[in-house]
């Protein structure tokens, strides 16, 4: 996996009425058509599942893209209701790599998760509507220290 081809994701596990899945789309098909060929998303609930489900969409139109979950750690779903983790366990199990600690849950492992997704890519796209504190927010200025191409599609259209 080649840094410069890759896009992490990070986002609020809510996600607002203001999240345009046309604009996210869009937004993975034009990293597509300039050499993006892997996604990281964090497994996590809401603006991850998102992303993961939308670039599993996309492999039927791109079957070269891979999608990458990077979970913080194995019991990440441990409070998650049925739903939530029947959604996560499919999103395993069709993603293309699935790099999970073994490990529990621990203080710190969230943000070492998100750091580990952006040092291995050149681009981010986000969902940030909480720039003060927030993982997300602390994920976002990371990637920018770092020199990634942040897309923010919060209160977008």
């Known amino acids: 996996m080649a840094r410069e081809n890759t896009c992490?994701?990070?986002?609020?596990?809510?996600?607002?009425?203001?999240?345009?899945?046309?604009?996210?789309?869009?937004?993975?098909?034009?990293?597509?058509?300039?050499?993006v060929d892997v996604f990281i998303a964090g497994g996590a609930l809401g603006f991850d599942t998102i992303c993961a489900g939308e670039v599993l969409l996309?492999?039927?139109?791109y079957?070269?893209?891979?999608?990458?979950?990077?979970?913080?750690?194995?019991n990440q779903?441990?409070?998650?209701?049925?739903?939530?983790?029947?959604?996560?366990?499919?999103i395993l199990k069709r993603a293309d790599l699935v790099d999970m600690p073994d490990f529990s849950y621990y203080?710190?492992?969230?943000?070492?998760?998100?750091?580990?997704?952006?040092?291995?890519?050149?681009y981010c796209i986000a969902y940030l509507n909480n720039t003060v504190r927030s993982g997300?927010?602390?994920?976002?200025?990371?990637?920018?220290?770092?020199?990634?191409?942040?897309?923010n599609l919060a209160g977008k259209k």
């Open 58 to 61: 996309m492999k039927e139109k």
């Open 136 to 151: 997300t927010a602390q994920t976002v200025r990371y990637a920018k220290s770092k020199g990634l191409n942040v897309y």
């Open 63 to 74: 079957p070269h893209i891979k999608l990458h979950i990077y979970a913080p750690c194995n």
């Open 8 to 35: 992490c994701f990070t986002g609020h596990r809510f996600v607002g009425k203001d999240l345009s899945i046309d604009l996210l789309r869009r937004g993975i098909e034009y990293l597509i058509d300039n050499g």
């Open 77 to 90: 779903d441990a409070n998650w209701s049925k739903k939530d983790c029947d959604i996560y366990k499919e």
């Open 107 to 122: 203080d710190g492992c969230m943000k070492k998760r998100n750091y580990k997704m952006v040092d291995s890519s050149a």
